[in-house]
């Protein structure tokens, strides 16, 4: 298994252009987040996704959108993009199982965003 | 909504010796998870152990171990024999056992092991 893949690791953007962050789990997880890790900080959660057609927001939703069409993707929209949303963006997945059960998040590498 | 402190924004230590990173939580459940991940300079996120708040007993990984103070809500990770390796940013974070099992972090722990 490759656990939880991203694409790409590195990117520059302009101030404004959009991009797609790509986000893949081949666990068959039900459950898919994407947090965001500003410099010295912790992650704080953008958005999450309990299953295909499903997405919630997080805690830090706006400039980002979020679509689940497959159970294996979990891609992040940045539309018009701000040097606020510099940072690092970490997708992860874990399975659905009952509320007190314990199933562990998985992490993707990373992906490395600077916006000028 | 649940937060997660750490207030020590950066540690260090002596190769061998042991080191007590802090973390304090608020929430009002009864029932929850409590971990710590390591973030070393690759960026990946690494659990390093877990704590169910149910349990009274505290969790222990080979050198890892946690001091869970329910009542006080805090949860510290004290580190023994610390290694080079272990020098990393470490996070603290919460999960509720209701919704998502989305995770609260802290704003984490620098760790610096001085050989």
């Known amino acids: 298994n490759a656990g939880v893949t991203q694409t790409p690791k590195f990117r520059i953007l302009k101030i404004g252009q959009s991009m797609t962050l790509q986000c893949a789990q081949d666990m068959n997880h039900n459950y898919m987040y994407w947090y965001r890790q500003d410099p010295g900080m912790g992650l704080k959660l953008i958005y999450y996704?309990?299953?295909?057609?499903?997405?919630d927001k997080g805690e830090v939703p706006n400039g980002y959108n979020v679509s689940r069409s497959t159970t294996e993707d979990f891609p992040l929209r940045l539309e018009l993009a701000a040097p606020s949303q510099t940072s690092v963006y970490f997708c992860?997945?874990?399975?659905?199982?009952?509320?007190?059960?314990?199933?562990?998040?998985?992490f993707g590498p990373g992906t490395r965003l600077t916006v000028l | 909504a649940q937060t997660v402190t750490q207030s020590q924004p950066e540690m260090s230590v002596q190769e061998a010796e042991t080191v007590t990173l802090s973390c304090t939580y608020d929430?009002?459940?009864?029932?929850?998870?409590l971990f710590w991940y390591k973030q070393p300079p690759s960026r990946q996120m690494i659990l390093v152990i877990r704590q169910e708040a149910y349990k009274q007993q505290n969790a222990t990984e080979n050198r890892f171990s946690v001091n869970f103070q329910k009542a006080a809500k805090s949860f510290s990770l004290k580190i023994s024999d610390s290694q080079l390796g272990d020098a990393a940013m470490y996070f603290c974070?919460?999960?509720?056992?209701?919704?998502?099992?989305?995770?609260?972090f802290g704003q984490g722990t620098r760790l610096t092991i001085n050989p």
């Open positions: 996704s309990v299953g295909a057609g499903i997405t």
């Open positions: 992860a997945s874990t399975t659905a199982g009952g509320a007190s059960s314990y199933n562990e998040q998985f």
């Open positions: 974070a919460y999960r509720s056992l209701q919704g998502a099992q989305k995770l609260v």
């Open positions: 929430t009002s459940e009864s029932d929850y998870y």
